[in-house]
Every structure is written in C-alpha cells, then in structure tokens.
C-alpha cells in the first residue's frame, strides 16, 4: 500500500480561493431559486412531498453505492412487507435506514453541529444500526480478511480507495477536529457557507473515516449542511444530480483528491483549482436539481397533471365523478375537511362518502383518523403520472 497521510496539514486548502466569482454568482443562485421553490406549494402539502423526495433521495444515494433498490419495494420495505429473498430483503432494510435517518436529520432542530465529529459519528451510528448483520461486514482487499463495521465507530486500520489512500486510522480524529475548525459556519457568509458545504462534501470523502457507509454518510452531512445555510429543504435532493451524473460525480472527487498542481494552484497539499471545479460542479448540480423540482412542483402544472391522472381513472370507473376536484382542493389548501365535500362536488352525502371511500382506498388521500382531515398522498403507483422523470421507468 501506497505512504498514507499523516498530518491535517496535508489535507490543506480546505476551501477554494476567497473571491471565486463563479462559486460566488453560484450560490447566489441556490439561495433565489430555493426561496422560490419553497413558496409554492401549501406547507401541509410540502410536508407529503417531502416524504416522496427522502424515498427518492435515499433510491439515488444507494443507487451511487450500485445498490439498485426499485422504489415499489422501498414503499413496501416502509410498511414492513419485504420480500422472501433474502439479498432483496437485506436492501429493503437499507433503503429504509437510510430513509428513517434522513428522517431523525430533518426534525433535528439545532443545526450548528452538522460538520462535528460526534453528528458525523451519530449519521453513521444510526444508519448502520439498523442494517442487517450481512450489510455491517467489509472486505479486505489486501488480506481477503472479512471486518465487521461498528455503527459509529471510525475505522481502526488502513485502507486505499481507489488510486486515494486516506489518513491512517491513528491520524482519523485529527483530521476530523481540522474538517470542523475549517467548516465551521459561525464565521463564514451565508454564499461563503454554501460553499463550503460542497468543499465539506469532498474532503470529508477524502478523510474516508469509516470502513464503509462513507458515501452515504456524506451525502446525508451534506443534505444536513445545505439546510443549515438555508438553501436545502425537503423538497429536492442533491443524491439524484449526482446519481444521474454519477460519472462525472467520481471523477471530479478524483480530481480533487490530487496534488497542487504548480505555484499558481493554492499554497496547500492538494490542487485548489481542482477543489474549486468539483465546488463549481456540486453546485451547479445542486441548481439543476433546484430547478427540475420547481418545474415539476410548479402548482398549475402539478394540478393540471393531477386532473389528467384522476380523469383517466374515472373515465375507466376506478373513481367516481367528483374526485377531481377534491384532489384539487387538497393541492391548493393542504387539507380538506370531510364535512366540506358536499359543497365541493355538489353530491348527496352518500356520494360524497363514496369519493372519499374510493380516494383513501386509492392511496391518493389519507387521513390521520377516520374521521379526520384528508390530505394528499403519493404512493408509487401515481408517482411517473404526477413526478414524471423523478425515477427511471422501471
């Protein structure tokens, strides 16, 4: 195995060069088209979205590590119905971690610790815990020897990741205590934040402190930290840009994994000029996704693609006349309460029950009682008529 790295020292620039116009117009960018995005749609009906977007964060983020879990079988995995075979099993159980994870993420309140060794530790903890036993066990290549992962724990031996050896394992806290002095959002500008939750992404990729779970890890830190600068929320996902552009992805963390190339790249260890090209490519990558959503979340659009879905099911007797516009209702005022949709649809009452019988059955509304206030819901089956484009047909 190739020298490893021993000092923090060696990991330097940890940001690119003050004055990075492009980077600066960049995230200039992501704060417009993220406040945008996030005024258009009801709160309550961001909230249901947002849960379809972790199952699609958590379908790209796998899917980066090759693990290629169909979304129908991640919706299952969430209501506990898995699959007999057992290697399909053990993936539903990942993508469900992975999902539940996201999930402590986004109720969690205090978002000044997102670059900590401890969240760091706690990321990798709580995901690996509920991994079964054959996911928690890796490959030495060197010695063919198999090593259980810790959930939690860093790595307590060497290891080379592709052409990249990262810090031996006796040197990993000293590079995590530089990666949160350096990242550490209490001094920098919110355009200066952004971009360092791109520069964050990278190195701590290049630390690689875990045996294995370090991509996933990061990306879950990473959607943490683009909520902590304000521009991330749970109506988009960076893991499907970069799942989409996966190759391009590897190859710019390659890039910045390398030396200074020459006096005029930085005064670090590593190339400032290929930190700030995979900077630039995190963000525009961020931006495109930003954008796919606010298209495919625009309300006009979203509701006229909800009215097409719901008439060709009434048109095949799937559901009753009517049901167009409660769904509407839901779109536009998050909730529709029961005793109003006489009123919306002009029905008798056990008509009115009737459509509200035959949207709950078809996973298009839910309800937190039985008798309660309905709202949307978006099961997979409806997911390519409302989403088109958000999966790869399957």
Same mark, same amino acid.
């Given at each position: 195995?190739?020298?490893?790295?021993? /000092?923090?020292?060696?990991?330097?620039?940890?940001?690119?060069?003050?004055?990075?116009?492009?980077?600066?117009?960049?995230?200039?960018?992501?704060?417009?088209?993220?406040?945008?995005?996030?005024?258009?749609?009801?709160?309550?009906?961001?909230?249901?979205?947002?849960?379809?977007?972790?199952?699609?964060?958590?379908?790209?983020?796998?899917?980066?590590?090759? /693990?290629?879990?169909?979304?129908?079988?991640?919706?299952?995995?969430?209501?506990?119905?898995?699959?007999?075979?057992?290697?399909?099993?053990?993936? @539903?159980?990942?993508?469900?971690? /992975?999902?539940?994870? @996201?999930?402590?993420?986004?109720? *969690?309140?205090?978002?000044?610790?997102?670059?900590? @060794?401890?969240?760091?530790?706690?990321? /990798?903890?709580?995901?690996?815990?509920?991994?079964?036993?054959?996911?928690?066990? #890796?490959?030495?290549?060197?010695?063919?020897?198999?090593?259980?992962?810790?959930?939690?724990?860093?790595?307590?031996?060497?290891?080379?990741?592709?052409?990249? #050896?990262?810090? &031996?394992?006796?040197?990993?806290?000293?590079?995590?205590?530089?990666?949160? +002095?350096?990242?550490?959002?209490?001094?920098?500008?919110?355009?200066?934040?952004?971009?360092?939750?791109?520069?964050?992404?990278?190195?701590?990729?290049?630390?690689?402190?875990?045996?294995?779970?370090?991509?996933? #890890?990061?990306?879950?830190?990473?959607?943490?930290?683009?909520?902590?600068?304000?521009?991330?929320?749970?109506?988009?996902?960076?893991?499907?840009?970069?799942?989409?552009?996966?190759?391009?992805?590897?190859?710019?963390?390659?890039?910045?994994?390398?030396?200074?190339?020459?006096?005029?790249?930085?005064?670090?260890?590593?190339?400032? *000029?290929?930190?700030?090209?995979?900077?630039?490519?995190?963000?525009?990558?961020?931006?495109? +996704?930003?954008?796919?959503?606010?298209?495919?979340?625009?309300?006009?659009?979203?509701?006229?693609?909800?009215?097409?879905?719901?008439?060709?099911?009434?048109?095949?007797?799937?559901?009753? *006349?009517?049901?167009?516009?409660?769904? &509407?209702?839901?779109?536009?005022?998050?909730?529709?309460?029961?005793?109003?949709?006489?009123?919306?649809?002009?029905?008798?009452?056990?008509?009115?029950?009737?459509?509200?019988?035959?949207?709950?059955?078809?996973?298009?509304?839910?309800?937190?009682?039985?008798?309660?206030?309905?709202?949307?819901?978006?099961?997979?089956?409806?997911?390519?008529?409302?989403?088109?484009?958000?999966?790869?047909?399957?």
């Amino acid at each position: 195995m190739a020298k490893s790295i021993e /000092h923090p020292s060696l990991m330097e620039p940890m940001l690119p060069a003050q004055g990075n116009r492009e980077l600066e117009d960049l995230a200039v960018v992501m704060i417009e088209k993220s406040a945008r995005m996030a005024a258009q749609l009801h709160p309550l009906v961001q909230v249901r979205i947002g849960q379809l977007v972790r199952t699609m964060n958590c379908y790209y983020s796998n899917l980066i590590e090759g /693990h290629n879990t169909n979304p129908r079988d991640i919706e299952l995995a969430l209501k506990a119905d898995f699959s007999n075979n057992p290697e399909k099993r053990d993936l @539903q159980l990942e993508a469900k971690a /992975h999902i539940e994870v @996201q999930m402590l993420l986004d109720q *969690k309140q205090n978002l000044t610790d997102t670059f900590s @060794q401890a969240n760091i530790k706690l990321v /990798h903890k709580e995901f690996y815990a509920r991994l079964p036993e054959s996911l928690c066990w #890796v490959k030495n290549p060197d010695t063919d020897d198999t090593i259980a992962i810790v959930p939690g724990e860093f790595r307590a031996g060497d290891v080379m990741v592709g052409r990249h #050896v990262p810090p &031996k394992a006796a040197n990993i806290v000293a590079f995590l205590e530089r990666f949160e +002095q350096a990242y550490n959002f209490a001094s920098l500008s919110r355009i200066e934040q952004i971009i360092t939750v791109a520069a964050a992404h990278h190195r701590l990729l290049w630390i690689h402190p875990f045996y294995d779970g370090n991509g996933r #890890v990061t990306r879950l830190i990473s959607h943490l930290a683009l909520r902590q600068a304000g521009v991330g929320n749970n109506l988009w996902s960076i893991s499907r840009g970069l799942a989409r552009n996966a190759q391009l992805y590897k190859a710019n963390l390659d890039l910045a994994d390398g030396q200074r190339e020459g006096d005029l790249d930085g005064r670090g260890n590593l190339s400032q *000029k290929q930190l700030a090209n995979f900077c630039v490519f995190f963000l525009q990558t961020a931006i495109d +996704q930003i954008d796919f959503m606010q298209k495919l979340l625009d309300t006009p659009n979203l509701m006229q693609r909800i009215e097409y879905y719901a008439h060709s099911q009434i048109q095949a007797k799937k559901l009753p *006349k009517g049901s167009v516009i409660v769904l &509407k209702e839901a779109l536009l005022h998050g909730l529709v309460e029961r005793n109003s949709i006489q009123n919306l649809t002009g029905y008798a009452d056990r008509q009115s029950r009737n459509i509200v019988s035959s949207l709950v059955k078809a996973g298009l509304l839910g309800s937190d009682t039985p008798y309660g206030s309905l709202y949307l819901c978006f099961p997979q089956e409806i997911v390519e008529f409302y989403f088109p484009q958000l999966y790869p047909v399957v």
